[in-house]
């Protein structure tokens, strides 16, 4: 009985929070993003630093296409801008007429809009005269490019002040510490090889004879390299052991 009133509550919860989501906040968040022209460039440039800051691109660092990505993609869907940034382009079109942005949402079906950005100039005499798409995508390249070149500068700026941060090591299993018995037994094995890597073998008897041999009959050279090659001593131990015999 418990766990069937536990389900209703669940499912009774999670369709007041969807009816919620999408009969309140998305239709307001909506609202807000197709009524607010500042929205686009804002939220592109948001995540243009986001971007930026969080894989530390820099000029020297992949910048360059960074710009250019964000570039394009802002010229596509920010077309028709806001008042900052349409005010140069007012400059420009003002000896000809007033520029106006016209923006017609359409709504076909519940949940689907479709947004058309229009911008026109209208003259004195009241004529309205349609911009031209492919002069408005080339305006706004050029004003993205200059924006996500300053903005890109001065966030490598700011890269450049913020030292990269390392992953600290972090230690899997902890070391135990040796009894005395075992740094005993450590210490006897240490001395033992160190004992036994310093000893360095000698050649055998009869090569000894033939050695000593060679060195009566003056063939000194000779003798070493025969020592040399029935023992792992180096040029100089050998001569002296020749020298010695």
Do not use: C
């Amino acid at each position: 009985m418990k766990k069937n009133a536990k389900v209703l509550l669940y499912v009774s919860l999670f369709t007041a929070v969807m009816v919620m989501l999408f009969g309140w906040v998305l239709p307001a968040v909506l609202q807000f993003y197709l009524h607010n022209m500042y929205i686009k460039g804002l939220t592109l440039l948001f995540i243009f630093s986001v971007v930026v800051l969080s894989k530390r691109f820099t000029w020297k660092n992949n910048m360059v296409y960074v710009i250019a990505g964000f570039t394009l993609l802002s010229m596509l869907l920010d077309t028709s801008g806001n008042p900052v940034t349409n005010k140069p382009l007012e400059w420009v079109v003002s000896p000809i007429g007033e520029l106006q942005v016209m923006q017609d949402v359409s709504n076909y079906a519940p949940g689907e809009y479709a947004i058309t950005d229009n911008l026109t100039i209208l003259k004195q005499n009241g004529e309205v005269l349609e911009l031209s798409t492919v002069w408005l995508y080339l305006y706004r390249f050029v004003q993205y490019l200059v924006l996500y070149s300053v903005v890109g500068t001065l966030l490598g700026i700011i890269i450049g002040m913020r030292p990269q941060r390392e992953i600290p090591f972090i230690q899997t299993t902890a070391e135990t510490p040796l009894t005395a018995e075992q740094e005993l037994r450590a210490a006897a094995e240490m001395k033992r090889r160190a004992e036994a890597g310093s000893v360095r073998p000698i050649p055998p008897q009869e090569i000894l004879d033939t050695v000593r041999q060679m060195k009566k009959d003056g063939k000194l050279i000779a003798a070493i390299k025969l020592v040399r090659q029935h023992s792992d001593m180096s040029l100089g131990e050998a001569k002296q052991y020749v020298e010695q015999l």
